[in-house]
Protein backbone atom coordinates (compact mmCIF):
# COMPACT_ATOMS: atom_id res chain seq x y z
CA UNK A 1 0.00 0.00 0.00
CA UNK A 2 1.49 3.18 -1.01
CA UNK A 3 -1.29 6.07 -1.77
CA UNK A 4 -4.06 6.17 0.71
CA UNK A 5 -7.89 5.92 -1.03
CA UNK A 6 -9.61 9.12 -0.05
CA UNK A 7 -12.09 7.08 2.09
CA UNK A 8 -11.94 3.77 4.66
CA UNK A 9 -14.90 2.38 2.34
CA UNK A 10 -12.51 2.98 -1.04
CA UNK A 11 -9.34 0.91 1.14
CA UNK A 12 -11.66 -1.64 2.14
CA UNK A 13 -13.45 -2.09 -1.52
CA UNK A 14 -9.84 -1.38 -3.09
CA UNK A 15 -8.79 -5.01 -1.48
CA UNK A 16 -12.30 -7.14 -1.91
CA UNK A 17 -12.66 -6.32 1.80
CA UNK A 18 -16.16 -6.85 3.87
CA UNK A 19 -17.61 -3.50 5.46
CA UNK A 20 -18.78 -3.52 8.83
CA UNK A 21 -21.55 -0.95 9.23
CA UNK A 22 -20.84 1.49 11.56
CA UNK A 23 -23.69 3.27 13.20
CA UNK A 24 -24.87 6.06 10.19
CA UNK A 25 -23.82 9.13 11.55
CA UNK A 26 -20.60 7.88 12.59
CA UNK A 27 -20.06 6.32 9.63
CA UNK A 28 -20.86 9.58 7.69
CA UNK A 29 -18.70 11.96 9.60
CA UNK A 30 -15.09 9.45 8.85
CA UNK A 31 -12.59 12.30 7.59
CA UNK A 32 -9.10 11.26 7.15
CA UNK A 33 -6.79 12.65 9.80
CA UNK A 34 -4.07 11.10 8.81
CA UNK A 35 -2.83 8.78 5.76
CA UNK A 36 -4.17 5.36 6.02
CA UNK A 37 -6.37 6.55 9.22
CA UNK A 38 -10.18 7.92 9.20
CA UNK A 39 -11.70 9.19 12.35
CA UNK A 40 -14.75 10.95 13.83
CA UNK A 41 -12.83 12.98 16.28
CA UNK A 42 -9.37 14.60 16.33
CA UNK A 43 -6.75 14.80 18.07
CA UNK A 44 -6.34 11.46 18.27
CA UNK A 45 -4.63 9.85 21.64
CA UNK A 46 -2.45 7.32 19.81
CA UNK A 47 -2.07 5.73 16.76
CA UNK A 48 -4.56 2.97 16.23
CA UNK A 49 -1.82 0.11 16.96
CA UNK A 50 -1.46 1.32 20.10
CA UNK A 51 -5.08 -0.55 20.67
CA UNK A 52 -4.08 -0.48 24.90
CA UNK A 53 -4.42 3.46 24.69
CA UNK A 54 -7.84 3.29 23.25
CA UNK A 55 -9.05 0.98 25.37
CA UNK A 56 -8.39 2.66 28.16
CA UNK A 57 -9.02 5.80 27.44
CA UNK A 58 -12.78 4.36 27.25
CA UNK A 59 -12.38 2.64 30.73
CA UNK A 60 -11.36 6.23 31.71
CA UNK A 61 -14.34 8.31 30.24
CA UNK A 62 -16.84 6.28 28.73
CA UNK A 63 -19.10 9.13 27.82
CA UNK A 64 -17.16 10.26 24.17
CA UNK A 65 -19.21 8.31 21.19
CA UNK A 66 -16.46 8.06 17.99
CA UNK A 67 -15.71 6.24 15.03
CA UNK A 68 -12.18 4.94 13.68
CA UNK A 69 -11.37 3.09 10.45
CA UNK A 70 -7.28 2.77 10.36
CA UNK A 71 -4.06 0.33 8.79
CA UNK A 72 -1.28 0.74 11.09
CA UNK A 73 1.23 -1.38 12.57
CA UNK A 74 5.52 -1.52 12.37
CA UNK A 75 8.05 -4.06 11.14
CA UNK A 76 7.46 -6.68 8.48
CA UNK A 77 4.50 -8.30 9.66
CA UNK A 78 2.69 -6.21 12.76
CA UNK A 79 0.01 -4.48 10.23
CA UNK A 80 -3.66 -4.25 11.35
CA UNK A 81 -6.74 -3.24 10.35
CA UNK A 82 -8.45 -0.94 13.08
CA UNK A 83 -11.88 -0.54 13.48
CA UNK A 84 -13.11 1.03 16.35
CA UNK A 85 -16.19 2.49 17.61
CA UNK A 86 -17.64 3.36 20.52
CA UNK A 87 -21.32 4.23 20.58
CA UNK A 88 -23.86 4.36 23.88
CA UNK A 89 -23.44 1.70 25.85
CA UNK A 90 -20.87 -0.27 23.75
CA UNK A 91 -17.13 0.32 23.09
CA UNK A 92 -15.63 -1.93 19.98
CA UNK A 93 -12.01 -2.37 19.32
CA UNK A 94 -11.73 -4.48 16.36
CA UNK A 95 -7.84 -5.31 15.70
CA UNK A 96 -7.41 -7.82 12.50
CA UNK A 97 -4.38 -8.50 10.42
CA UNK A 98 -3.58 -6.86 6.95
CA UNK A 99 -0.46 -5.71 5.17
CA UNK A 100 2.62 -7.48 6.68
CA UNK A 101 4.91 -9.82 4.66
CA UNK A 102 3.14 -12.88 5.71
CA UNK A 103 -0.53 -12.07 6.14
CA UNK A 104 -2.93 -13.17 3.36
CA UNK A 105 -5.70 -10.85 2.34
CA UNK A 106 -7.86 -14.37 1.94
CA UNK A 107 -7.65 -14.14 5.43
CA UNK A 108 -8.40 -10.92 6.72
CA UNK A 109 -11.51 -11.29 4.80
CA UNK A 110 -12.38 -14.31 6.53
CA UNK A 111 -11.57 -12.60 9.65
CA UNK A 112 -13.74 -9.51 8.90
CA UNK A 113 -16.77 -11.52 7.21
CA UNK A 114 -17.35 -13.14 10.64
CA UNK A 115 -16.68 -9.98 12.32
CA UNK A 116 -19.43 -8.49 10.81
CA UNK A 117 -21.80 -10.92 11.22
CA UNK A 118 -21.31 -11.10 15.05
CA UNK A 119 -20.77 -7.09 15.51
CA UNK A 120 -23.33 -5.85 13.31
CA UNK A 121 -25.77 -6.57 15.13
CA UNK A 122 -23.76 -5.67 18.09
CA UNK A 123 -23.71 -2.04 16.72
CA UNK A 124 -26.83 -1.89 15.60
CA UNK A 125 -28.45 -2.67 19.06
CA UNK A 126 -26.06 0.06 20.71
CA UNK A 127 -27.35 2.33 18.47
CA UNK A 128 -30.74 1.82 19.27
CA UNK A 129 -29.80 1.82 23.01
CA UNK A 130 -29.46 5.12 25.03
CA UNK A 131 -26.53 5.24 26.28
CA UNK A 132 -25.85 5.51 30.40
CA UNK A 133 -22.66 5.73 32.96
CA UNK A 134 -21.41 2.10 31.94
CA UNK A 135 -20.41 0.72 28.98
CA UNK A 136 -19.37 -2.60 27.32
CA UNK A 137 -16.42 -3.07 26.67
CA UNK A 138 -15.23 -5.72 23.59
CA UNK A 139 -11.54 -6.34 22.45
CA UNK A 140 -11.28 -8.56 19.07
CA UNK A 141 -7.57 -8.36 18.55
CA UNK A 142 -5.71 -11.09 16.25
CA UNK A 143 -2.18 -9.50 17.73
CA UNK A 144 -3.17 -9.58 21.51
CA UNK A 145 -6.74 -11.80 21.93
CA UNK A 146 -10.30 -11.74 22.76
CA UNK A 147 -11.40 -9.76 25.77
CA UNK A 148 -14.73 -7.67 26.95
CA UNK A 149 -15.77 -6.31 30.41
CA UNK A 150 -17.74 -3.10 31.47
CA UNK A 151 -16.21 0.29 32.52
CA UNK A 152 -18.04 0.12 36.08
CA UNK A 153 -15.25 0.27 38.68
CA UNK A 154 -14.70 -3.11 39.82
CA UNK A 155 -15.31 -4.81 36.98
CA UNK A 156 -12.99 -7.40 35.69
CA UNK A 157 -11.55 -8.36 32.41
CA UNK A 158 -13.36 -11.95 30.83
CA UNK A 159 -11.63 -13.97 28.48
CA UNK A 160 -13.64 -17.04 28.67
CA UNK A 161 -16.96 -18.48 26.83
CA UNK A 162 -18.15 -16.19 23.73
CA UNK A 163 -17.51 -12.82 23.99
CA UNK A 164 -20.45 -11.73 21.62
CA UNK A 165 -23.18 -13.35 23.06
CA UNK A 166 -21.86 -11.61 26.68
CA UNK A 167 -21.51 -8.13 24.98
CA UNK A 168 -25.01 -8.64 23.79
CA UNK A 169 -26.48 -9.62 26.93
CA UNK A 170 -25.20 -6.83 28.67
CA UNK A 171 -26.25 -4.59 26.25
CA UNK A 172 -29.96 -5.39 27.08
Known amino acids: MTEAPPTAQALFQQHDLPWIPLPGDLERSLRAVSPFVWSTREPLPATPYDL ?7 LDDPAQDYALIG ?16 RGPLALFLQVGFGGAYQREADTRKVLGF ?33 WRLTEPGAAWQEEGDPYAAAAAALR
Open 115 to 147: LAERCGPLLTRADACAGGPVRVVLVVSGLSGVR
Open 71 to 86: HAGHGVNSWALHIYCA
Open 52 to 58: DVWVEEV
